[in-house]
């Protein structure tokens, strides 16, 4: 499991932010193999890192005061930033971050549209494929709610499952079956291979914003606690576990 120890800071880079406070990231703990729960969080550390502005990260495992009740939340000074796009957004307009420096305009659009197939749908199929399955559940009740105190936790965790399971229906994907929602999935993670071809990263030597959110989501099937179809369609294939092994040793923090 990847523990991230003493507070992650990273050294600024080519700016003077000597006034500013550090910033402080709030986070699901790790899990899984992961350094966050969540694959949304571990964007935003690897936002965070790439950024080279200093932060800290403040674990928990309870969001019902974040805004709408999620993580992560990023703590700027006074302001507070919900959700990782948000996240990047203020690291781009008030740090002069650029995540897809070296992109051109056509690539740059090329990498929004694969934020938003890996976000939008094959999280949500991640997301029951951890949440809704029986043999899942409980490592990952253990792994968001584990630390709130009984029966506390129990009873967060149970609204939570209910919650996702709303969420994951309306938002189409859990209308379908398993075998459905893996064979969508692999249609998503076929194009992923695609683009990748023989290169480092998505857009070559140099990983950039889509690998930020490609390679947290993805891990996150691979790493599932139970076997599943989903999780052998990355963890079957060497060369998309090179990858996966590649972006954790480069973006994540340490």
Same mark, same amino acid.
């Given at each position: 499991?990847?523990?991230?120890?003493?507070?992650?800071?990273?050294?600024?880079?080519?700016?003077?932010?000597?006034?500013?406070?550090?910033?402080?990231?709030?986070?699901?703990?790790?899990?899984?193999?992961?350094?966050?729960?969540?694959?949304?969080?571990v964007?935003?550390?690897?936002?965070?890192?790439?950024?080279?502005?200093?932060?800290?990260?403040?674990?928990?495992?309870?969001?019902?005061?974040?805004?709408?009740?999620?993580?992560?939340?990023?703590?700027?000074g006074?302001?507070? /930033?919900?959700?990782?796009?948000?996240?990047?957004?203020?690291?781009?307009?008030?740090?002069?971050?650029?995540?897809d #420096?070296?992109?051109?305009?056509?690539?740059?659009?090329?990498?929004?549209?694969?934020?938003?197939?890996?976000?939008?749908?094959?999280?949500?199929?991640?997301?029951?494929?951890?949440?809704?399955?029986?043999?899942?559940?409980?490592l990952? #009740?253990?792994?968001?709610?584990?630390?709130?105190?009984?029966?506390?936790?129990?009873l967060?965790?149970? /609204? +939570?499952?209910?919650?996702?399971?709303?969420?994951?229906?309306?938002?189409?994907?859990?209308?379908?079956?398993?075998?459905?929602?893996?064979?969508?999935?692999?249609?998503?993670?076929?194009?992923?291979?695609?683009?990748?071809?023989? #290169?480092?990263?998505?857009?070559?030597?140099?990983?950039? +914003?889509?690998?930020?959110?490609?390679v947290?989501?993805?891990?996150?099937?691979?790493?599932?606690?139970?076997?599943?179809?989903?999780?052998?369609?990355?963890?079957?294939?060497?060369?998309?576990?090179?990858y996966?092994?590649?972006?954790?040793?480069?973006?994540?923090?340490?």
């Amino acid at each position: 499991m990847i523990g991230l120890g003493n507070p992650v800071i990273n050294k600024p880079i080519n700016a003077d932010y000597s006034e500013k406070p550090m910033l402080k990231l709030i986070t699901f703990p790790a899990a899984f193999d992961e350094p966050s729960a969540s694959p949304f969080c571990v964007k935003a550390m690897c936002l965070l890192k790439a950024s080279g502005v200093d932060w800290i990260p403040k674990f928990t495992s309870d969001p019902r005061k974040a805004p709408n009740g999620k993580l992560p939340i990023l703590i700027d000074g006074e302001n507070t /930033i919900a959700d990782s796009e948000a996240i990047r957004a203020n690291l781009e307009d008030t740090y002069a971050c650029d995540f897809d #420096k070296g992109l051109t305009p056509e690539q740059r659009a090329t990498s929004r549209a694969v934020i938003r197939m890996v976000e939008e749908h094959l999280y949500f199929v991640m997301v029951g494929n951890r949440w809704l399955n029986d043999d899942n559940w409980p490592l990952v #009740k253990q792994a968001f709610f584990g630390e709130m105190p009984k029966p506390l936790g129990g009873l967060v965790a149970h /609204i +939570a499952r209910k919650k996702t399971r709303a969420q994951v229906v309306a938002q189409g994907t859990g209308r379908h079956s398993v075998q459905v929602q893996t064979e969508r999935a692999r249609q998503d993670i076929e194009a992923i291979k695609a683009m990748l071809g023989d #290169k480092p990263y998505l857009f070559g030597d140099t990983p950039t +914003a889509a690998d930020m959110s490609v390679v947290p989501i993805i891990r996150g099937i691979s790493t599932s606690p139970t076997q599943t179809g989903l999780r052998d369609l990355v963890t079957n294939d060497p060369t998309l576990m090179t990858y996966l092994e590649r972006g954790r040793d480069t973006l994540y923090p340490t």
